[in-house]
């Protein structure tokens, strides 16, 4: 018998890929012994942590795989630990995910045993290296110089600026209403992904732009677009940018390449027009800083970097102009989406809870008894925040639910052993006898900070954990909330900078809201019971950030 030579190719390549998928079976199966006495042992097809897991979420892995992003606590409650065990199958690296808060404040104490999995977000040094993706004595300079611009002149700002904005969203809302018969309604992704980017415009650029505007607006001088459209088009190429390997722009260069091409000079053109903007605010806070700051500037976040940075005495804890821009770009990024998010879930929810919506009204009216807070001076920052208690709970509340971030990755530097919880679950799916236990982990595992796992816990947050109940987020003298069982802004040193700056701007969306219109569940869902409303407004998938599928709701205006 004689094979050709495409035969023979393909029975060649066959028994490559055989060998290939042999070795790293066997790899992974080696590595079962360092897992040691943590349950689970599951091989993932998928590196929980990279770009791939992000893109194929929605679809992969199934239900019954460890790493399913729909899974809450039940592979915990499964395998009766709050630490689990499982090797990657293509490079074989042990990773134990976490819900246990002791063992995840344990992991974000220790930076030089767990540091960042920086190598996961470097597509995102796109202006250059930044707070979000550099670690040790790089990643302190970045948050050093930053943390003094996040202060609460700048959070004053972004209540100010978060009215403005809200103002001209209520009139855009009113004027739909004047037509409509029993409210109007709202696409929250679409409407808070604009209120949203207005605020960080404002509050972290120092650009003010109206709801309105719209893209013709002519470019100042010396840019070829205006600054809300180059912030537009960037946010819109965002993806292009990030997954387009740097070879594809260097032959797109060279040849054209229909549809390509056009993409990627669109998208370049759009963060070189954003990055030109950002090199003026730059330059406009250095002439200010210099000119004795006699003029009044904004504390917008770009301007108090500069400032922060002018002030470092020794260079080696100053940032160079890239790193500035970076990092402003970074909280463009991380600030707009997370927040826009999260608001949709927050309302939704108070749509599907009206008894909840009644006490934030409740909380809104005492407040503001004439009605929402315009013009701006009536509603100071500190004194109106300090009364919005309850609106803060289900901001909280919301966020544990459906945290922006689903999980985060750790590296192991060393051998070293977490404290996790044992425990059994009856036939009703209670959970008893919870014992610690100590977990080994050897270095060059990963540890998995699975922030869905850990809201989603019981030991924590109790049998009703699955309830919407923003009274979890309130101390009284007999109870403290669990703030270590609470990761949506991550914990530790590397928390979250822009905390404070997304629990104003969004507890000052929802209380005005609240304020003046009763949020509806959509009229087409009226008769449907709780549970099939909840399957369609709550619906999301996973992506950068957990994304809303069909926040819609209805606004009627109070009387
Ligand atoms: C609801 C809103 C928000 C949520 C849920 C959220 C969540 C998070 C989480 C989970 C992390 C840790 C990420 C990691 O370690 O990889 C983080 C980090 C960060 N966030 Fe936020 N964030 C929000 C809003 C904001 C805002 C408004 C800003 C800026 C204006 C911001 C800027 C940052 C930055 C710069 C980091 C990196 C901090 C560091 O590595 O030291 N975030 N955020």
Redesign the pocket.
Known sequence: MRLSVVELAAGLSTAWLVKILLQKYLAAKLTRPVLGVCPGGSLLWLHPFRTASLVLGPFFPLKNQMGYYYAQFEFYAKYGSTCLSSVTFWNAIPIFWLSDADAIKTVHAGRATFP?DVEAYETLNIYGPN??GTEGSD?KRH?SVANSAFNETNNALVWRETIRVVDEWFAEIDEANATSQGGTPVDLLKDFTQVALLV?SAA?FGRRASLKEDSNTEPPPGHKRAFRPAVISTLDNLFTKVLTPTWIYDLSDRVYLPFITPTLNETREAFEALRLHMLDVISQARDWIAGGKAASMDAA?LRNLVEANADGSASNKRLSDDELLSDTF??LL??HE??AH?LCFAVVLLALHPDIQQRVYEETLELWPDGVSSPISSSPYKESMAKLDYTQAVFHET?RLF???AR?AKLVTTDTTLKARRFSTTSMGKIRNVEQYEVPIKAGSMVLIDIIGLHMNPIHWGEDVAEFKPERFIDTDTYRWPRDAFN???GGP?S????R??ITE?VCILAHITRKYEILVPEELGGKSRAEQEKVLLKWLPGITATPRNARVVFRRRV
Do not use: E, H, N
């Open positions: 960042k707070m979000v990643w948050r960080i972290g976040l970074t909280f991380a600030g997370t927040s999260s966020l945290p922006a971030v985060l949506a802004f991550s590397r979250c900078i822009g905390q700056f997304s969004s």
